[in-house]
Nanobody, 119 residues
Framework: QVQLVESGGGLVQPGGSLRLSCAAS????????VGWYRQAPGKQRELVAV???????NYADSVKGRFTISRDNTKNTVYLEMNSLKPEDTAGYYC?????????????WGQGTQVIVSS
């Protein structure tokens, strides 16, 4: 059974930093494209950052230059380093892993971790 477990969220002051982790079990995360999504109350879930199997990354404009997504294949984990946090970054952050084999798509979500940016 594949599981993704996020951790690292919490309460941080504006300008502060957090590092989120997405640890996988039951599969090898390196064969998946992994994305970090966030959802604030009353808003739609949005893609924040994504890393492909070859290490290519892409970011939402709102977090470019502040967030960094990376993967440690030896730990079967993907990270989201968040710096210069703003109150508008407050949201639940969710990890998604997906891959396609021929016509079949495999997709998994974690349970989320809460980030609150407030003074």
């Amino acid at each position: 059974q594949v599981q993704l477990v996020e951790s690292g969220g919490g309460l941080v002051q504006p300008g502060g930093s957090l590092r989120l982790s997405c640890a996988a079990s039951g599969t090898i995360l390196s064969i998946y494209t992994v994305g970090w999504y966030r959802q604030a109350p009353g808003k739609q879930r949005e893609l924040v950052a994504v890393i492909t199997t070859d290490g290519s990354t892409n970011y939402a404009d709102s977090v470019k230059g502040r967030f960094t997504i990376s993967r440690d294949n030896t730990k079967n984990t993907v990270y989201l380093e968040m710096n210069s946090l703003k109150p508008e970054d407050t949201a639940g952050y969710y990890c998604n892993a997906n891959r396609r084999v021929l016509a079949k798509k495999y997709e998994y979500w974690g349970q989320g971790t809460q980030v609150i940016v407030s003074s």
